[in-house]
């Protein structure tokens, strides 16, 4: 069954940068479109970014765009989320997903099944 492990998260100034990992085990990811999701506190679950299986579409929501860079290695069953010029407003804890029925990119959180226990982004000064 697969599993999924998110890391990377942590403290950051704005304007900061972090990338965040998504590691999958217990099967491969090759066949999945994985997504980013955040949830800030009080604030319901968002989607940030997804990609396809094949890692040839990808979209972000429009708060994210031109700052986070979604990638995949299949290689190492990973899937990475590059976050640039981070704001206090991108404070949140973050969730990579993956069902085994999605495989283009998706940003509704109810086409998921399989989540990450989630990794703690939080930019300050």
């Known amino acids: 069954q697969l599993q999924l492990v998110e890391s990377g998260g942590g403290l950051v100034q704005p304007g900061g940068s972090l990338r965040l990992s998504c590691a999958g085990s217990?099967?491969?990811?090759?066949?999945?479109?994985i997504g980013w999701f955040r949830q800030a506190p009080g604030k319901e679950r968002e989607g940030v970014s997804c990609i396809s299986s094949s890692g040839g579409s990808t979209n972000y929501v429009d708060s994210v765009k031109g700052r986070f860079t979604i990638s995949r290695d299949n290689a190492k069953n990973t899937v990475y989320l590059q976050m640039n010029s981070l704001k206090p407003e991108d404070t949140a804890v973050y969730y990579c997903?993956?069902?085994?029925?999605?495989?283009?990119?998706?940003?509704?959180?109810?086409?998921?099944?399989?989540w990450g226990q989630g990794t703690q982004v939080t930019v300050s000064s």
């Open positions: 217990g099967s491969t990811l090759d066949y999945y479109a």
């Open positions: 997903a993956a069902d085994p029925t999605v495989v283009m990119c998706v940003m509704h959180s109810t086409w998921y099944n399989y």
